[in-house]
């Protein structure tokens, strides 16, 4: 296929990726003299930080998601492609898509996050659901409410007791929010629901290389966060590193093993491909290293933002958090639209407004500034902050009556199991 060339007189702007980094970028272009192409492998934009309540049955995709077509449609200079970028033609200034259509660009803004990371063990992708999509989350809702339906029917003492272990590797904010969820599913949600098991009975157990979870928060709320997890039911093993992970559970460096049907991976994410494909120095995890600017090193025309992009600030990277991605979008965009030369840019600078993540029913960690918040009221600021940053008042509408409804009735609506196609029937799984 042939290069769609951009309007006379107009730069053209190609933003890959329609995430917070990627969005935010565009909506700050949107009375700016350029015409913009945003490409995304997906139709929506997805608020990532409430990803983990479609995968435990507290909340459907479609009040975490939006259609990018949707949330740009008034930007009259804005046009939105479905698709997945191959390749970057540095020296032509071209992004090839999959499809081999070939697409000019006069400023490009790299915001494609990120993807699970099994640390060179892909093998384990197929028992160890990462999440990071909504296929993802579906997928983990799935095997999470499979197993008690399984254990459920099963007869054999020992099979019950794998069906009903639970194991989340990695004790960062998904880790911690996978295993309190699940500890909470169990303990509160199927209580009462079945005849033969007792779901209450579930064990979760959250593995950690690290010597206490949060790593990224102060001692004082990583215990916290500890104690709360206690508080739910849920095992604690740190300073434990995976060996392996197979259909029966996960065996430990030590030699420990840790039966269970249900593995869950939160241990670690790296950027997607495109990042590795474009010939610039990256880190570890697979991000482009930027400067002060968030531009490509001799690429004045070209950005990285968001989980793709190292950015040291204070002589560290920055974290993959949704507000750095935010704040990067809109730095970008604001430098296109002034069409600032290099040398004219004041550099990025992070402005942290606080850290936070749920546990359960009222409990929660939050560090804003110099005050640390836990339990109850770290709870309702998490609540409070994340219904403002929600995509759409129908969203936030919906999901506020949906918590509500949850945190008064102790049930959960969205707990459908559904076939992938090609896969046997549920109730023969069942009896496996």
């Known amino acids: 296929m042939g290069s769609e060339q951009a309007a006379a007189g107009r730069p053209r702007v190609v933003i890959v990726g329609g995430g917070f980094g990627g969005l ?24 990532q930080p409430l990803l983990y309540q479609v995968a435990m049955a ?11 077509r949707s949330l740009l449609r008034s930007q009259r200079n804005t046009r939105v492609l479905l698709g997945e970028v ?3 033609d540095l020296a032509r200034r071209q992004v090839a898509l999959d499809d081999g259509a070939l697409l000019d660009y006069d400023w490009l803004v790299l915001a494609a996050g990120a993807k699970t990371s099994y640390f060179g063990h892909d093998a384990w992708e197929n028992v160890a659901a990462g999440l990071k999509t909504v296929e993802d989350a579906l997928e983990i809702r799935r095997r999470v409410l499979l197993a008690f339906e399984r254990a459920e029917r099963a007869t054999d003492v020992a099979q019950v007791e794998q069906l009903l272990t639970f194991v989340v590797v990695g004790g960062g904010p998904t880790g911690v929010e996978l295993a309190g969820a699940i500890a909470e599913l169990a303990h509160t949600v199927l209580a009462n629901e079945f005849r033969h098991i007792d779901p209450e009975r579930a064990k979760v157990v959250l593995v950690d290389g690290g010597d206490r979870i949060l790593g990224g928060f102060p001692a004082t709320l990583s215990q916290s966060a500890a104690e709360q997890l206690g508080e739910l039911g849920v095992h604690l093993r740190l300073q434990a590193r995976v060996e392996d992970i197979d259909a029966q559970g996960v065996t430990l460096a030590d030699g420990q093993r840790i039966a269970a049907s249900t593995v869950l991976w939160a241990a670690g994410v790296r950027a997607t491909r495109l990042s590795e494909s474009l010939g610039v120095p990256t ?21 990285a933002i968001g989980d793709m992009a190292n950015l040291v600030q204070d002589g560290q990277p920055l974290p993959g958090l949704c507000p750095v991605a935010m704040q990067q979008g809109t730095y970008v965009g604001d430098v296109i639209a002034r069409r600032l030369p290099k040398e004219r840019r004041a550099p990025f600078h992070y402005i942290d407004r606080g850290t936070m993540a749920t546990i359960g029913r009222s409990r929660a960690i939050a560090w804003i500034g110099d005050t640390e918040l836990h339990g109850y009221p770290a709870w309702v600021a998490w609540l409070v902050i994340h219904l403002m940053q929600l995509i759409g008042f129908r969203n936030r509408f919906v999901v506020l009556v949906t918590w509500a409804w949850s945190y008064f009735s102790y049930k959960r609506g969205a707990r459908l199991i ?12 069942a009896k496996a």
């Open 283 to 303: 880190d570890r995890a697979g991000r482009v290293v930027v400067g002060h600017d968030c531009a490509l090193p001799g690429q004045p025309h070209m950005f």
């Open 418 to 429: 559904t076939e992938r196609k090609g896969e046997k029937s549920l109730v023969r799984a």
């Open 24 to 47: 935010w970028c565009a909506r700050r272009l949107a009375t700016a003299a350029v015409d913009i192409v945003l490409i995304d492998r997906t139709n929506h934009h997805l608020f």
């Open 86 to 88: 191959a390749s970057v």
């Open 58 to 68: 507290g909340l459907s995709p479609a009040e975490i998601a939006a259609p990018i």
